[in-house]
């Protein structure tokens, strides 16, 4: 189980994920979440093809939005991910806490 918090800060929008990972085959993990703010759940695929490699997919139902990206973690701590969805691409740093 796990908890998610975006920050936005260009417009100062706090979203809340509740969700759960659960690794289907070695290397592959799936999941499932509900954001708490938007009241709709999402679900998602990720594979780790490397120690610090993985590619992800996510969809979101209630926009039907497909999102790609792919992670390399730079250390324990932080990770940076290029992100694809429907509509654009961005660049997203990831800190684990």
Do not use: C
Request: hydrophobic share 45%.
């Amino acid at each position: 189980a796990f908890a998610l918090v975006d920050f936005y800060p260009k417009n100062t929008r706090w979203d809340f994920d509740l969700g759960l990972y659960r690794e289907i085959v070695p290397k592959v993990r799936a999941n499932v979440r509900y954001s708490v703010l938007d009241k709709y759940w999402k679900g998602g695929i990720e594979y780790n093809f490397a120690k610090r490699l993985a590619f992800r997919y996510e969809y979101r139902a209630q926009d039907h939005i497909s999102e790609f990206a792919l992670r390399y973690k730079l250390h324990d701590f932080l990770a940076l991910e290029a992100v694809m969805d429907n509509d654009d691409k961005w660049l997203r740093f990831i800190g684990y806490f």
